[in-house]
């Protein structure tokens, strides 16, 4: 009775529901059977994917002082009398409820005790480390940081910390774990032509010691959609992506950032917030972005998470 084939349609449904987030499963489990059997047997078959979210957490906003890029938003939510970086790690609560999260990659790391505040919020996932790289333009160490679930993923075996540009200070983790899996967390310098693009792959690649599961979380800054199905990102001779065509990442991810009305830049108007890898099955943005009319009050970050499931291959 445990062939998929031979089950009841009201057992197929109830092992059908423990494949898929709450808010997906009357999508996903409902129909004829011949339906849900074969979308039961499709991602039962991807048993092995994980759930991954990037999300940057705008340093501004967890000094909460109106600076740097992201001035108009700090000052949008001390205008609203909203707590918005605490509004932000709540939001990741959500997500870990609603869609699950085995691994988190933070970009621009500002708070001592983030790890300690997204830990409470999500206990399974354990491990992390925590990547700063100096920043000569402001005289202090910017910061990166991977969270993730030892169970699913493994144990730390190695890490290490690369800057992506000596100048402005851009934060790179690698993290190889014991089941050979390699996690990355980046954030991109401003990324405008092929060539740049080719720099940023020629120094993340020297660092990865396994190459067969590789799995990045980063803000790449990247306004000219530079990266996609069409174009991956090749890091260690592995083709990286959203798995989406240029289009539809433009179409898509558009994550940055928020801006006040008669900004300089339009709100949400770039893409650049990705999780790439090889084997990504789906990425969206999880939730309806805030407007920037003058009395929005739902706010969290300048950047949309985004949430993705990567299917894992044998190592």
Not at 113 to 142: C, E, F, H, T
Not at 290 to 311: C, I, K, M, W, Y
């Amino acid at each position: 009775m445990n062939d998929p084939e031979n089950m009841s349609y009201r057992m197929l449904r109830k092992k059908c529901f423990k494949l898929f987030p709450k808010g997906e499963k009357p999508r996903n489990c409902s129909g004829k059977r011949r339906e849900l059997l074969e979308r039961f047997l499709e991602f039962s078959d991807q048993r092995s994917a994980i759930v991954a979210v990037s999300y940057n957490l705008s340093f501004a906003s967890q000094l909460n002082v109106a600076m740097g890029s992201e001035k108009d938003f700090v000052e949008q939510c001390q205008r609203a009398k909203r707590l918005c970086y605490f509004a932000a790690l709540d939001k990741i609560q959500r997500i870990g409820e609603e869609f699950g999260l085995d691994v988190l990659g933070i970009q621009e790391v500002e708070d001592a005790q983030m790890v300690d505040r997204i830990a409470s919020r999500i206990p399974a996932l354990d491990s992390y480390y925590r990547a700063g790289v100096w920043n000569r333009n402001v005289n202090k160490y910017v910061g990166a940081m991977l969270m993730w679930n030892s169970k699913k993923l493994g144990r730390r075996q190695s890490a290490t910390t690369v800057n992506l540009d000596p100048e402005d200070g851009r934060t790179c983790g690698i993290v190889t774990t014991d089941k050979g899996i390699t996690l990355i967390v980046a954030h991109f310098p401003w990324m405008q032509t092929r060539r740049e693009k080719q720099i940023i792959q020629y120094l993340i690649t020297p660092h990865v010691i396994r190459n067969e599961n590789i799995i990045m979380l980063a803000d790449t800054n990247d306004a000219k959609t530079l990266i996609s199905a069409d174009d991956p990102l090749l890091i260690a001779g592995r083709p990286l992506s959203q798995n989406l065509t240029r289009e539809q990442v433009k179409k898509r991810l558009k994550t940055c950032c928020w801006h006040e009305q008669g900004h300089q830049y339009e709100s949400y108007s770039d893409t650049g917030d990705y999780v790439l890898a090889e084997n990504v099955l789906s990425i969206q943005m999880p939730y309806d972005l805030p407007s920037n009319t003058p009395g929005e009050s739902a706010l969290f970050s300048d950047h949309s998470p985004v949430v993705a499931r990567v299917a894992l291959l044998p190592s």
